[in-house]
């Protein structure tokens, strides 16, 4: 890494970012609360499923929340370091390494929360012709593999944690003309990708990516094969309600991508480093804390019953601003005409 690149990494806070976290954070919490609100008390002709669907919104929810009030990263790529401004860091002066350990466990959980209503969703599809149905053994060990999984990866990440020390140590090593602006910091976090620890954490996300996208590419398969095949034996509204239940899971697992990418992309910075990156990294990041708004618009617009009360709300809105406006003309139009009346009367 060349001079030039190390020199231009700012340590001072980004505050584009800061009110980008403000802005998206408060985003997310009204939108997904929004769903919340949908899933429980307009379910329309959704079963028990929902419940799953709402455990996934909670996860979104709380990786938004800690992302974009309570952690609020900043990174100094391409420097493997960031330090970290959100309230924990405020109130409880909570590690930047901590926070990390957080939103990793935090992730997982989401990731395998959706496996999970791709999994039940399975059960309750191939069911209808017992085709593809999962022993209650082999279903129950699978639900086990997504859960502790989620646990399993963040303690190698957890022993990748380096002390004071250790980081100074690779700071005057690696890059000495920045140890005083590192000691201006009032929190950072240094990691050396060369560590056991974390290298086997990182062959356990990619790992974890290959697990979670073949699993679902072979549960839709099943499930699709399942719907053609019965299509005709069920009823139009129960086929429809399987049918929509699918879609709303395979385009939210395609969103996933939103969080995944630009998070690689701003790994890869540390191996190309490049002038500019710590930049490049920040709008990564606003990317990412996009996910679950845009997952929400899926799950409201995919959904039947939910996409027609929101359209039902927006002509209604439309309906009264109309009237509104009617209203406002003819009161114009009677302080017009009431002068003239006056006048004449007059005369």
């Known amino acids: 890494m ?36 949908l899933l429980l008390f307009h ?18 929810s709380l990786v938004d929340i800690h992302l974009t009030f309570l952690m609020q990263p900043v990174t100094l790529f391409p420097l493997p370091s960031g330090y970290c401004i959100g309230a924990l860091v405020k109130l409880f002066d909570a590690s930047p390494h901590f926070l990390m350990a957080i939103i990793e466990l935090l ?26 149905v999962l022993p209650e053994n082999v279903y129950n060990a699978i639900v086990f593999f997504f859960m502790t999984y989620t646990f399993s990866y963040v303690i190698p990440f957890s022993l990748a944690h380096l002390t004071k020390e250790e980081e100074y140590h690779i700071i005057d090593t690696s890059y000495p003309k920045l140890r005083h602006k ?46 053609m095949q019965c299509k ?33 992309l701003l790994m890869s910075t540390i191996y190309v480093p490049f002038k500019g990156a710590q930049v490049f990294t920040c709008y990564m990041l606003m990317i990412i804390t996009t996910h679950s708004t845009i997952n929400c618009l899926i799950v409201i617009f995919t959904i039947p019953q939910f996409r027609s009360i929101v359209l039902m709300w927006i002509e209604a809105g439309k309906k009264l601003k109309r009237i509104r406006m009617e209203s406002r003309s ?11 009346s006056f ?4 005369s």
Not at 111 to 126: D, E, G, M, P, Y
Not at 205 to 212: L, N, Y
Not at 343 to 346: D, G, L, P, S, T
């Open 43 to 60: 379910k329309g002709k959704m079963d028990s499923f929902r419940y799953y669907m709402l455990a996934f919104q909670i996860a979104c």
């Open 330 to 340: 003819v009161s114009f139009v009677g302080t017009r005409v009431a002068p003239n």
């Open 343 to 346: 006048r004449n009367a007059m």
């Open 107 to 132: 992730v997982g959980y989401q990731v395998n929360v959706l496996n999970l209503c791709f999994l039940r969703k399975h059960k309750a599809i191939t069911k209808i012709i017992n085709k593809y």
């Open 232 to 264: 005709l034996s069920l009823s139009k509204s129960t086929w429809e309600k399987h049918k929509t239940a699918l879609k709303s899971l395979v385009l939210q697992f395609m969103t996933t991508p939103i969080a995944i990418l630009p998070s690689m």
């Open 2 to 37: 060349t001079d030039e690149i190390l020199l231009d990494v700012d340590f001072e806070t980004p505050q584009f970012l800061v009110h980008h976290y403000y802005i998206a954070g408060s985003i997310s919490i009204m939108i997904n609360t929004f769903v919340f609100y």
């Open 182 to 227: 590192f000691e201006e910091l009032p929190n950072f976090a240094m990691y050396e990708f060369k560590f056991i620890a974390f290298q086997l954490f990182l062959i356990m996300i990619v790992a974890g990516c290959i697990q979670s996208t073949i699993t679902v590419s072979v549960l839709t398969f099943q499930m699709y094969q399942v719907l």
